[in-house]
């Protein structure tokens, strides 16, 4: 089955860090980009981040800039999302999905995995 696997996620309090990781069964990240998204509980899926399957270009949501870091190792063919100074309103389900380019149209990605919860409190 071609799927992402996420990993990482977790319960953290405000101000701390997590690193999620997203790792790809059944097929190789060379050639792809992949971004994260999330999903909190009401709300559309969102993207946060997207990196292109060089890894040279990166891009993040306003909500995360300076707080987020996307990376990959095609090698290990994972993608991670470290996440530093975490705020309540992160709280969601982190998910990561695959397409040729960086697009900003959540359904031209494919390959979805169950996600991982974050939970951001005190």
């Known amino acids: 089955q071609l799927q992402f696997v996420e990993s990482g996620g977790g319960l953290v309090q405000p101000g701390g860090s997590l690193r999620l990781s997203c790792a790809a069964s059944?097929?190789?990240?060379?050639?792809?980009?992949v971004g994260w998204f999330r999903q909190a509980p009401g709300k559309e899926r969102e993207g946060v981040s997207c990196?292109?399957?060089?890894?040279?270009?990166?891009n993040y949501a306003d909500s995360v800039k300076g707080r987020f870091t996307i990376s990959r190792d095609n090698a290990k063919n994972t993608v991670y999302l470290q996440m530093n100074s975490l705020k309540p309103e992160d709280t969601a389900v982190y998910y990561c999905a695959a397409d040729m380019t960086c697009s900003s149209y959540i359904k031209m990605y494919e390959y979805w995995g169950q996600g991982t919860q974050v939970t951001v409190s005190s």
């Open positions: 059944g097929f190789t990240l060379d050639y792809y980009s």
């Open positions: 990196i292109s399957s060089t890894g040279y270009s990166t």
